[in-house]
């Protein structure tokens, strides 16, 4: 076998979600862990879509409400509501951080070469957050790239909510 042909039959899993009854997957080794929703700690001074941070096991964890991140209606927070907390990438090395998800769905095996571009929607819609689409037997899942849409650089007073959150917890101590 060529290796574009071993590539292409390469197989990745995702780990799906839904927000407003639609289909979004992020890759799987992304994951640490799949929390029910529960109150976290506010932060002030952060967007509207940084709902505040949770202490996992001592780790200040950034959770993102992704339906405000997108821009799409707010609605309140169920049973099923989860938090997806996992590793990102950033310029300044891995963190950790969550998003907030109407519910979880399931894992998807994906081969490569069956990930479709994201569509180019002009220059005022913006895709730099999506890896792609991939159409399956029941619905077609948008596929996420978390590096991307968790830069904390990207959000405005988000730079230094881990630190601000660590304080806060000293100063409580926790």
Not at 46 to 58: E, I, S, Y
Not at 60 to 74: A, N, T
Not at 128 to 156: A, H, I, S, T
């Amino acid at each position: 076998m060529t290796a574009d042909l071993e590539s292409n039959q390469h197989v990745e899993q995702f780990l799906t979600f839904e927000l407003e009854g639609e289909a979004y997957g992020i890759e799987i080794l992304k994951v640490q862990e799949i929390r029910g929703w529960e109150p976290i700690r506010k932060i002030p001074n952060t967007p509207d879509f940084v709902k505040g941070a949770l202490n996992l096991r001592g780790s200040i964890v950034p959770i993102v409400d992704l339906r405000e991140r997108f821009q799409m209606q707010k609605v309140e927070y169920t049973p099923v509501t989860v938090v997806i907390v996992m590793s990102v990438n950033t310029a300044s090395g891995t963190s950790v951080m969550g998003i907030v998800a109407d519910a979880v769905s399931d894992v998807l095996d994906i081969k490569l070469s069956d990930i479709k571009e994201a569509p180019n929607l002009g220059s005022k819609i913006n895709t730099q957050y999506m890896r792609g689409m991939f159409v399956g037997k029941k619905n077609m899942v948008m596929l996420l790239d978390v590096d991307k849409l968790l830069n904390p650089e990207e959000f405005v007073g988000i730079a230094g909510l881990a630190a601000i959150a660590g304080l806060a917890a000293i100063a409580e101590g926790k």
